[in-house]
């Protein structure tokens, strides 16, 4: 096959931040999506409508006029459920961090207690807001993400009418637990189905390629591919693409998150064609988000043909500087234009 056309491809997990950045990334995540579900780690967090509004409203200037819906975020805290009802038609779901675990996640929750918190997710479950989750706990790097299983379960178990999101896993563990319960769901990023530890830290040190949750074993990777490739119902791509400043990430102190949005959609195409999987693309990349979250499919439809394209070294503008995954090097679709 020389040529593809994806219908309404959907990024259900991605990091636009704000300002010069904002202005920077969204349109590379606008130019081939039809929509994504938008992050709420700014600083100051975002958890109010006006702070919900006001920053769709922004992202929606930075794409111009872009056919994209930005599918907005609340950062979880305790909410009471008037606030909830008021605010639920402009959001899709409200993502929970463990405290202090990755980006912008200070304020998130320190405790994942299934009693403390019933107020708000049985409010949610109620409204029918789906709860995303950083599933990390501050173990051992390697165990985090395993040793959130039981978090995943209790919650599961707890509000069985919830639909919970597991993030970008990384583990068989994750894939196996996703399997188990109805209202479990995961996403996936392009660089999970990928990379292995190795490839960050096992030869030189890879800055670009460092992200929260760590890529793991070969046995974790082969576990994600398997089940993405499969066209799995509840499994969607979210890249987590996290851009951050180059001058952040190629120092003493690297910020976590790969940045993926310029090359996401040519990548999966190689990565599916590569495996004789291209049929179950599109539940990975549209009908599963679209199932799982009651969405409307888009009527964007994105050309790509097998041409090679050298992905830039670099993206620059609005005085930012940011390094996209597999920069210098050469991936073998391209955007038809
Ligand atoms: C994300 C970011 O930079 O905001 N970083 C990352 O490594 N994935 C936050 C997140 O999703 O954990
Ligand atoms: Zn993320």
Redesign the pocket.
């Known amino acids: 096959m020389n040529e593809i056309t994806i219908q309404s491809p959907f990024d259900m997990h991605i990091?636009l931040r704000d300002t010069e950045m904002l202005k920077l990334v969204a349109p590379l995540t606008s130019h081939t999506f039809a929509g994504g579900v938008i992050?709420p780690?700014l600083v100051p967090p975002v958890e109010t409508k006006e702070a919900v509004v006001a920053y769709k409203n922004r992202i929606l200037e930075a794409i111009n006029n872009d056919d994209f819906i930005p599918f907005m975020t609340l950062f979880f805290k305790p909410y009471t459920n008037e606030f909830l009802e008021n605010v639920k038609d402009e959001i899709i779901a409200i993502k929970l961090y463990p405290a202090g675990i990755?980006?912008?996640s200070e304020g998130g929750i320190s405790v994942i207690d299934t009693v403390a918190l019933a107020p708000t997710l049985n409010a949610m479950s109620n409204l029918n807001i789906p709860l995303c989750v950083?599933g990390e706990t501050n173990g051992f790097v390697m165990d985090r993400e395993k040793e959130f299983m039981s978090v995943y379960e209790a919650l599961a178990v707890a509000f069985p009418k919830l639909k919970i999101i597991m993030e970008?896993i990384t583990t068989k563990e994750a894939v196996d637990l996703v399997k188990k319960y109805d209202n479990l769901f995961a996403t996936i990023t392009l660089q999970h189905l990928i990379i292995t530890l190795d490839d960050v830290v096992g030869g030189m040190l890879k800055p670009h390629l460092f992200?929260?949750p760590i890529a793991k074993r070969p046995e974790d990777r082969d576990a994600l591919l398997e089940i993405a490739l499969s066209g799995n119902s509840k499994i969607m791509f979210g890249s987590?693409s996290?851009p951050?400043p180059k001058h952040k990430k190629e120092a003493c102190g690297c910020?976590?998150?790969v940045f993926t949005s310029p090359i996401a959609l040519q990548v999966l195409v190689e990565l599916f064609e590569k495996n004789d999987k291209l049929e179950n693309l599109d539940n990975f990349i549209s009908k599963n988000a679209i199932d799982i979250y009651g969405l409307k499919k888009s009527k964007k439809s994105i050309k790509l043909i097998k041409k090679d394209f050298v992905v830039p070294a670099q993206y620059e503008g609005f005085g930012e500087v940011v390094v996209p995954m597999y920069a210098g090097e050469t991936i073998s679709w391209s955007l038809k234009e």
């Open positions: 990091h992050m780690n990755t980006t912008n950083h970008h992200c929260k987590d996290a951050h910020a976590a998150g």
